[in-house]
């Protein structure tokens, strides 16, 4: 990889007209500790590895407005972790160009105050069929009538925010009681499908179920729809290779990095993220999405000695 340019002007990146998500984690760190976090846990501890690495506010609004989107209904998602901890949130929210158009995932434990003050509520306006505003519920760790509060406080403000939470089995009769109080409120909440192993079976619907076997790996081909960049702005193939630590395909702030809308070789099939692999909406909300697209899976070949 070409060294990291971070004092000239950056080359365009062109984002191809199939990709359908631009994630930025911008700090894998949180304000919450959830037990079933999927960047925090023993065997992954992508989070406290990569928190003393993070871009500064004005590196991701270099690295962000060398994007060439093209299309109004492509937005760059601000995501993590709680991306809003991160200490030049504001900057970058607003340091980023006006015509590109901005999502944020939280978890909303923030002063929505300060938020509004903060943060033009063009920003977060879109047309769209989903709120640019999504606000994670996980039951047991933030509260739900403080987050229905300060939503009504976003929408006074003329900022559109959206409820979801993830229908874990044990929570489903809590979450669907949660559902009908916010549409009693005029409140959008939504519920996500719940992804997982519990024990005895995968849940959820993927598009390559072996790729999460968990049982050996196996090489493939791989192409993503997605720009996928952590918190020190490392580009990766995918979710997996994110929270796993392995080695990223490029820096966004390199400036001969490029995107290239190609099969990739990968050596950890059977392993892959379920969010890559599961069949969702895309961005217009119409189901049958797979993240990326993989062929050639085959047996990996033994090196001898």
């Known amino acids: ?23 930025m984690f911008i700090t894998l760190n949180c304000n919450l500790k959830c037990p079933y976090c999927i960047n925090l846990n023993d065997k992954n501890a992508s989070r406290s590895k990569m928190s003393g690495n993070m871009m500064s506010g004005a590196d991701w609004v270099k690295a962000i407005n060398r994007l060439e989107i093209g299309r109004d209904d492509l937005p760059v ?21 006006d015509d590109i158009k901005l999502d944020l995932l939280t978890n909303m434990v923030f002063d929505v105050d300060e938020f509004i003050a903060n943060v033009p509520a063009v920003k977060f306006t879109r047309d769209a069929k989903y709120a640019a505003i999504r606000v994670s519920y996980h ?6 009538d403080d987050l229905i509060a ?20 044990e929570n489903v009769a809590h979450i669907k009681d949660v559902q009908a109080k916010c549409k009693s409120l005029d409140i959008d909440f939504r519920v996500k499908e719940y992804l997982g192993f519990d024990g005895k079976e995968w849940h959820g619907e993927y598009k390559y179920m072996d790729a999460i076997s968990q049982e050996r790996r196996k090489s493939c081909q791989c192409r993503t729809s997605e720009l996928i960049v952590g918190p020190s702005g490392g580009v990766y193939r995918c979710h997996s290779d994110l929270y796993e630590l392995r080695e990223p395909i490029g820096h966004i702030l390199d400036n001969s990095f490029d995107i290239d809308d190609l099969f990739r070789e990968c050596n950890y ?4 993220n379920p969010c890559d692999i599961k069949v969702k909406t895309n961005r217009f909300q119409i189901f049958g999405h797979t993240s990326v697209e993989i062929k050639d899976v085959k047996e990996l070949q033994v090196k001898e000695n």
């Open 139 to 144: 039951p047991g760790h933030n509260d739900i």
């Open 77 to 97: 998602t601000f995501q993590g972790g709680e991306p809003t901890i991160h200490k030049d949130f504001y900057e970058i929210v607003n340091g980023v160009r």
């Open 150 to 169: 300060k939503t009504q406080k976003m929408a006074k403000a003329g900022i559109y925010v959206g409820i979801y939470s993830v229908m874990v089995p």
């Open 269 to 272: 099939y059977g392993f892959c």
């Open 1 to 23: 990889m070409s060294s990291v340019c971070k004092n000239e002007t950056l080359n365009k990146i062109i984002i191809p007209e199939d990709y359908n998500y631009l994630a």
